[in-house]
């Protein structure tokens, strides 16, 4: 069994809690560029309830230890609503809203999955493990996760940080990651395109050409004349591809796809300053977030 952390509670809910004032400061400036209710997951002993809840927005705080929802039942304020619940389980509002975070490391990918598939969030600002942020914006070659989702997200890392910015101290770095929901999506089919990245991340073959060839997903002629118009090796790896490159190669292999609208109820966030690599905009100081293509 467990003992229990510094902070008052069981180590075995695995969370890592902020302490550094700085990267609190900046959750919230990016929060603040957004618009519409803000649900925290995660929300441990308030370091980004409080602050988010200064904002003067409704904040939903979503807890999973009660001894800690309780406590911080007492510190928020009227537009704080604390709720004892499992992020993995709680049911997000369906209405246009932002999601914050300090998810617990352990959990990462299993948030990152439930949260992507989820409607009508239109920006969540996150941190998790540094090489994770990394892999979701795309920085160093993109997963099959970034992959699968990019024609409906943007995704950025902002900072890296340090494990002395966390009590009890981790022992890997946390990545400051934002993802935008595209006003409209790059791909209209969700279900055959993710199907179709799945099989080209895990097919044989040394490098993109051969796996197409190989699994028989596009004709030679096709490939041929995408891997130019995009001025690209058939070595290149599928994780070197941007957001726009993967959506170009699925309209190849089945065209006539058009672009849906947005999925879910997503509002447009609030104007921001800076741009990532994709389209559209992305919160001030981005890194990544892939969609330029090379051609």
Known sequence: MSSPSRHGGRHELGQNFLTDRAVIADIQRLVAATRGPIVELA???GALTVPLGRLGRPVTAVELDPRRARR???RVT???TVVNDDLLRFRLPNVPHVVVGNLPFHLTTAALRRLLAARHWHTAVLVVQWEVARRRAGVGGASLLTASWWPWYEFAVHARVPARA???V???DGGLLTAVRRPEPLVADLGGYQRFVSRVFTGPGRGLGEVLVR???VPRSVLRDWLRAHRLSPQVLPRDLTARQWADLWARVRPGEAAAGPRGGGATPARRRGRGRGSGSSPPGAV???GR???
């Open 170 to 172: 981790p022992s890997v």
């Open 72 to 74: 911080l039942r007492r």
């Open 43 to 45: 929300a441990g002993d």
């Open 293 to 295: 293509s090379r051609g």
């Open 166 to 168: 966390f009590r009890p």
């Open 288 to 290: 990544g977030g892939g």
């Open 215 to 217: 699994t028989g997903q």
């Open 78 to 80: 009227g537009n704080v």
